[in-house]
């Protein structure tokens, strides 16, 4: 399912300084720097508006695919060309190709979430890794999981069934983002009360630059933690996986 159209400009325009996606790459960042073996090709499964892509650049030869049109036009506004319009579920690469791939809340807007589970693993060379985070906790369902095309959110036990079902190994699955969790758990348990019938938009919003900075260093400092150690709870889920050699 796709995000709703406004979304993806929402996306490219905050994506470079948002706090949330400033803690990403610095998980993706500190997984790449232990994982990418020397000039990588790397997936990028789902790639949106390219932020992340620009980072996967500095590792190798990085690939970008979306369902979206607006999703791969801010890529190429971004300068990056090898962005592609393809599904997770039929992905146009030969088996056993990637070293690496990424993919951050994405494959849970599709409805065949084991399929394109599958078709990662299938393209991903013996040994390769993928690195996937999701949301979790389905009581945590809110306006913005249908804003951004959510069609379902994860518990660990969830998660690990459907990657160990396509031949990965599970080598971390922590939670993330636990230092917002009891703000966003009321947050959503307010607007599922008390906000019927308001306009659907995702939580992803301009902030003050100063609350902005502040929310950064924190989340960029629990990824840091969550790169090495498992967090037991939190709004998101993080999996690294490796391909069984067979």
């Not at 951004?148 to 983002?177: F, P, W």
Request: charged residues 25%; positive net charge.
């Amino acid at each position: 399912m796709l995000m709703y159209p406004d979304e993806y400009r929402v996306m490219f325009e905050l994506e470079d300084r948002y706090w949330w996606y400033r803690g990403v790459r610095t998980l993706i960042k500190t997984w790449l720097d232990r994982y990418a073996p020397r000039a990588a090709l790397i997936l990028d499964g789902g790639c949106g508006t390219g932020a992340n892509l620009e980072l996967l650049q500095r590792y190798g030869a990085a690939i970008g695919v979306d369902i979206s049109d607006q999703a791969i036009a801010f890529c190429r506004a971004r300068g990056i060309e090898r962005a592609f319009l393809a599904s997770l579920t039929e992905l146009p690469f030969p088996n056993d190709c990637f070293d690496l791939a990424i993919s951050f809340e994405v494959i849970c807007n599709i409805a065949d979430d084991q399929c394109a589970l599958a078709e990662i693993a299938r393209v991903l060379k013996p040994n390769g890794r993928l690195i996937v985070q999701l949301p979790a906790y389905q009581w945590l369902w809110s306006q913005h999981d249908v804003a951004v095309g959510h069609q379902r959110r994860y518990s660990t036990r969830d998660l690990r069934e459907k990657v160990t079902r396509v031949g990965l190994s599970i080598e971390r699955l922590t939670h993330a983002n636990a230092l917002m969790f009891p703000a966003i758990a009321v947050e959503r348990w307010w607007h599922r009360v008390f906000g019927a019938g308001k306009t659907v938009h995702s939580d992803l919003a301009p902030l003050p630059r100063a609350l902005n900075a502040i929310l950064s260093a924190l989340y960029v400092l629990e990824m840091r933690v969550v790169a090495r150690r498992d967090v037991p709870f939190g709004v998101s889920l993080v999996a690294l996986a490796r391909k069984i050699e067979r």
